[in-house]
């Protein structure tokens, strides 16, 4: 977070054609027509019986608002591990703690096109979790969530990609090999 003119504002960090840091810029202003290349994530929460959290981003959300995706997303501060980025989003956007997180896909980009033009552009690890915790969603970010199993959620991503996020229809099959049986 930095602040300017005594408010505070999140930065995400920018990143150049290799995937290289070059600065970072306010959130609110990255994402529009013509979205810099910058760097997010993509989180994948489990429960102990194997089912995934699934969520509706809020309506108020500047990119695909109302739309079911994955768990959570984010984007890290300039210089804030990965990890730690995804635990921080974790208790922000969901309540919950998490008890592993652990790398799967670190090499997951995309750019997707909104209806109203706003791009998303992102080199965007992806992450699976496990936590044992009930979501307390903030209502600016999740207006419904629902723990589902993994099939149901891999077989909606392939029989109607347009119910959910992009991101979520690209990760799915990739998603395949990483998950335990």
Excluded: I
């Excluded at 529009?32 to 959290?53: E, I, Q, R």
Aim: glycine letters at 4%.
């Amino acid at each position: 977070m930095a602040e300017v003119a005594g408010v505070r504002t999140e930065l995400v960090v920018l990143l150049d054609e290799r995937r290289q840091p070059v600065g970072a810029a306010e959130k609110h202003r990255v994402h529009g027509p013509d979205t810099p290349l910058h760097l997010g994530f993509s989180c994948y929460v489990f429960d102990d019986a194997a089912n995934l959290l699934v969520t509706r981003r809020a309506l108020g959300k500047q990119t695909w608002p109302g739309v079911w995706t994955n768990s959570f997303c984010g984007h890290p501060a300039p210089s804030e591990p990965l990890p730690n980025a995804v635990r921080r989003r974790a208790q922000q956007e969901l309540g919950l703690a998490l008890r592993t997180v652990e790398l799967v896909l670190p090499d997951f980009s995309y750019r997707a096109t909104a209806a109203d033009g706003t791009v998303e552009n992102e080199v965007c690890p992806v992450f699976l979790a496990t936590s044992d915790e009930q979501p307390r969603p903030n209502p600016d970010e999740v207006v419904e969530w629902r723990w589902t199993p993994w099939a149901e959620f891999a077989d909606l991503a392939k029989r109607a990609p347009w119910v959910l996020s992009p991101w979520a229809v690209e990760q799915v099959p990739l998603l395949a090999e990483a998950l335990p049986d």
